[in-house]
T-cell receptor, first 110, second 114 residues
């Protein structure tokens, strides 16, 4: 039973911002939103996570709507090396398991 | 920090043979996870250790699979006997204490059973 919905694929121009949407309409109060990505032939890589406030780190920004039913991962200046599958994951505060869905395949084009 | 180290990176074996995958977690991390990735099923959690103790092995497919963590710096995933349907990429990940802590994944072991 998928907790998140993501578009299967999207393209982005190099140097432009990439905005990756994720719907999690059944999210509960104790659940965080996590983003991971997987570059081809590599293991998943943690990007960012948040509960209800917007978050920013050196890799990306996470914008969570006020009702927490959706979020957007923003890669501010996409590069070719950002081409990967991006996973949006909802996880309970006390849960150790990361449940990966199909993710969004992001292709950054020159 | 070298990150999570897995070996071997690639393994090709014949059906019926024993296969052992190895993982060295990041020093200081006390949670360790084994995941399997296939085209059909995506990434699945096989087993979770905390402080070297198996906490959740509900994802282990069947008795042919076993995992151990004899100390904080080493874990193995063994398949005996191996079958072609075990062909997949196996990832090990580790994290600091606390379920909300981010997990760091190794590069994976690509297993092919012929």
């Amino acid at each position: 039973d998928a907790k998140t919905t993501q578009p299967p694929s999207m393209d982005c121009a190099e140097g432009r911002a990439a905005n990756l949407p994720c719907n999690h309409s059944t999210i509960s109060g104790n659940e965080y939103v996590y983003w991971y990505r997987q570059i081809h032939s590599q293991g998943p890589q943690y990007i960012i996570h948040g509960l209800k406030n917007n978050e920013t780190n050196e890799m990306a920004s996470l914008i969570i709507t006020e009702d927490r039913k959706s979020s957007t991962l923003i890669l501010p200046h996409a590069t070719l090396r950002d081409t990967a599958v991006y996973y949006c994951i909802v996880r309970d505060y006390n849960d150790y398991k990361l449940s990966f869905g199909a993710g969004t395949t992001v292709t950054v084009r020159a | 920090d070298a990150g999570v180290i897995q070996s071997p990176r690639h393994e090709v074996t014949e059906m019926g043979q024993e296969v052992t995958l190895r993982c060295k977690p990041i020093s200081g991390h006390n949670s360790l996870f084994w995941y399997r990735q296939t085209m059909m099923r995506g990434l699945e959690l096989l087993i979770y250790f905390n402080n070297n103790v198996p906490i959740d092995d509900s994802g282990m497919p069947e008795d042919r699979f076993s995992a151990k963590m004899p100390n904080a710096s080493f874990s193995t995933l063994k398949i005996q006997p191996s079958e072609p349907r075990d062909s997949a990429v196996y990832f090990c990940a580790s994290s600091l204490e606390g379920p909300r802590r981010e997990a760091f994944f190794g590069q994976g072991t690509r297993l092919t059973v012929v």
